[in-house]
């Protein structure tokens, strides 16, 4: 019988036989899209809404999140002609934000706005393209003052234009100088990320802004601090564009985790610049590595700071689980006729249904234990120790139940894909949307069958 490590390496083995990644055109036209993105042309765009409003947003948050919501838009649009947009929502919920949005593109029509210059709700939304979105109030601006008479301050940035080789050349690795400060940190986020490459048997770095440029070494630090596959990558980059493509994976995985400062962008890790480097590799330390963040806060601090990385780790791995039932699980026992039979989705995800409401259960155990706002007051830890005592007590039967069906589901999932090719689709959909393969869904149980990073000890 083989032990977990043993699955691991032979899993590890079948993932690096694995050619080259095909990238999706959505993924492609991420990646151009990451190319194009100038942070003083979205600082500029931002000083001018703050203008035309007489208020400043927040700072220390991106545009696109004080934008989301629609309301700055619409209140932008009543500024410039007022009574324009009659109800402004004033809410959380997504469907009336997107009303928020649509209402404000509406009226961009309605002011004459080219139908180029506009943009789609997800674009801002889901940040699926927030460049169209900076040119939109871009062109805007400038549709104002010619045509509407506006008698408020103009926008005098120019708007950013470079086709995809100026772009590419433009971000070719430049020599920088360093500031002494600068240079320190360059030194300890070194020697730090070098410890975890070491353990992960990779490649040390030497230079932070030279050897960071191909994202490998960036992708595999996170997959150690996660213990998660990040995605398709690809591992031995020779073009720019390869080398473009992993950095843009990594800056949106860590984004979509941890959300990242304002102004890094793809272009300028690439380039190594040491502003976008140092920021990057700060915050995948402070947020990412728990033990580092643990080391530097005081004592009476830790036990709050766990609670809320345990609740956010369970939120996000129980939406995993549920989003593999309910987009593959689902769809193939009840599509007509269905895809795979009982016996065929045991097969290949096993006791996933089992894994994931025991998981959701404890998740609202925690959230009933721990209201959010009042986390910071609990210093007494017994209450979350008979909780991980509850967890623990049927982790490792569930899980060893996974476990033992694992090895076989990865061959047999192959099978089936190859002879059933509504199920292929399905998967090859699924892929597609997620950026993953669906191995490196099946394998987040066997990665997260111990809580090692929340269990008692670290606690005490």
């Known amino acids: 019988r083989r032990s977990n490590n043993e699955r691991r390496c032979r899993l590890g083995r079948m993932m690096r036989i694995r050619s080259s990644p095909s990238f999706s ?31 400043r947003m927040p700072d220390g948050v991106s545009l696109q999140s004080c934008l989301k919501d629609g309301v700055t838009l619409c209140k932008l649009v009543n500024k410039v002609k007022p009574g324009t947009i009659r109800r402004i929502n004033q809410s959380t919920i997504a469907f009336l934000q997107r009303e928020n949005l649509n209402a404000y593109v509406n009226a961009c029509k309605s002011f004459g706005l080219h139908s ?30 010619k045509t509407m008479e506006f008698a408020g301050p103009q926008m005098n940035a120019p708007l950013p234009s470079p086709g ?11 020599s920088h100088t360093y500031s002494a400060e600068e240079q ?60 473009m493509s992993n950095l843009s994976l990594v800056l ?35 947020r990412l590595d728990i033990e580092y963040a643990l080391s530097k806060m005081p004592k009476h601090e830790r036990s709050a700071f766990l609670i809320k990385e345990l609740i956010t780790t369970e939120q996000v791995y129980v939406s995993k689980l549920f989003l593999v039932i309910e987009t593959l699980m689902t769809p193939a026992r009840l599509s007509r006729p269905a895809m ?42 017994s209450i979350l120790f008979k909780l991980l005592d509850g967890l623990m007590s049927w982790i490792k039967p569930v899980y060893t139940t996974y ?48 809580p090692n990073a929340f269990n008692s000890s670290s606690l005490k």
């Open 25 to 55: 055109l959505d993924d492609d036209l991420r990646i151009k899209e990451d190319f194009k993105y100038d942070p003083e042309f979205e600082l500029s765009v931002k000083r001018w809404v703050e203008s035309v409003l007489e208020e």
């Open 116 to 145: 180029s210059s506009l943009f789609d709700e997800n674009d801002l939304y889901e940040n699926k393209n927030f460049n169209l979105v900076l040119t939109n109030l871009y062109h805007l601006s400038h549709h104002l003052i």
């Open 164 to 174: 995809l080789v100026t772009a590419i050349i433009g971000a070719l690795p430049q």
């Open 184 to 243: 320190q940190e360059m030194t300890e986020l070194c020697t730090w990320m070098n410890s975890h490459l070491a353990t992960a048997k990779c490649q040390p770095v030497k230079d932070l802004t030279a050897d960071l440029n191909t994202g490998v070494q960036l992708i595999k630090l996170i997959e150690r601090l996660t213990g998660q596959s990040i995605g398709l990558y690809e591992p031995n980059p020779t073009l720019a564009w390869h080398s």
């Open 252 to 286: 949106h995985y860590v984004n979509d985790l941890v959300s990242l400062p304002v102004g890094i962008c793809v272009t300028d890790v690439y380039k190594g610049k040491p502003s976008a480097v140092l920021g990057l590799l700060r915050t995948i330390r402070d």
């Open 340 to 381: 795979l039979s009982r016996g065929e989705v045991d097969a290949v995800f096993g006791n996933w249904k089992d894994i994931a409401f025991k998981h959701e259960a404890f998740l609202d155990c925690l959230r009933g234990a721990f209201p959010f706002k009042k986390i910071a007051t609990y210093l007494d830890t």
């Open 403 to 450: 476990i033992l069906n694992y090895d076989a589901s990865i061959p047999f999932c192959a099978s089936l894909r190859k002879s059933n090719q509504r199920f292929d689709s399905l998967v090859a959909r699924f892929e597609e949307a997620q950026a993953m393969d669906l191995y490196s869904f099946l394998i987040l149980p066997v990665q997260s069958c111990v």
